[in-house]
């Protein structure tokens, strides 16, 4: 993101810390912020039947959370802190405007969602 846009979007944002084994969001909640991680690692997953199944591990400038950002549906994944954490907290409605006014920031994130999307193809045929 180009400097100018790292400094609006941090006019927008509150820092959270969160402790080493703490879940940051939770499948199923009905939530709609966008973290970026500062500081540390999460970790992504999904819980079936009792089991902890990995997505991914994410780091700093990474971020999470981004499908409530779009859509009404609860979180489909659960983050936990797997070091220490400081993320940066966005809420839909702020993003969304800061979207509207950087539309080359949501092409970036188009871009990522691909990746990851890809990413998930890959693991699951791996299955």
């Known amino acids: 993101m180009p400097v100018s846009e790292r400094h609006e979007i941090l006019n927008l944002v509150t820092s959270e810390s ?3 084994g703490d879940i940051i969001l939770m499948e199923g ?3 709609n912020d966008l973290l970026i991680v500062r500081q540390g690692t999460v970790e992504v997953y999904v819980s079936k039947d009792g089991v902890r199944i990995p997505i991914t591990t994410l780091g700093p400038t990474s971020y999470f959370g981004e499908m409530s950002v779009f859509d009404d549906y609860p979180r489909s994944a659960n983050v936990a802190a797997v070091t220490d954490v400081v993320a940066f907290r966005i809420d839909r409605q ?3 405007t ?3 006014a950087n539309p080359a920031v949501l092409f970036q994130m188009c871009t990522i969602f691909s990746h ?3 990413n998930t193809n890959t693991a699951l045929a791996k299955r």
């Open 18 to 20: 969160f402790a080493a």
């Open 29 to 31: 909640e009905a939530t």
């Open 116 to 118: 990851r999307l890809r």
């Open 94 to 96: 702020s993003f969304r």
């Open 98 to 100: 800061f979207l509207k």
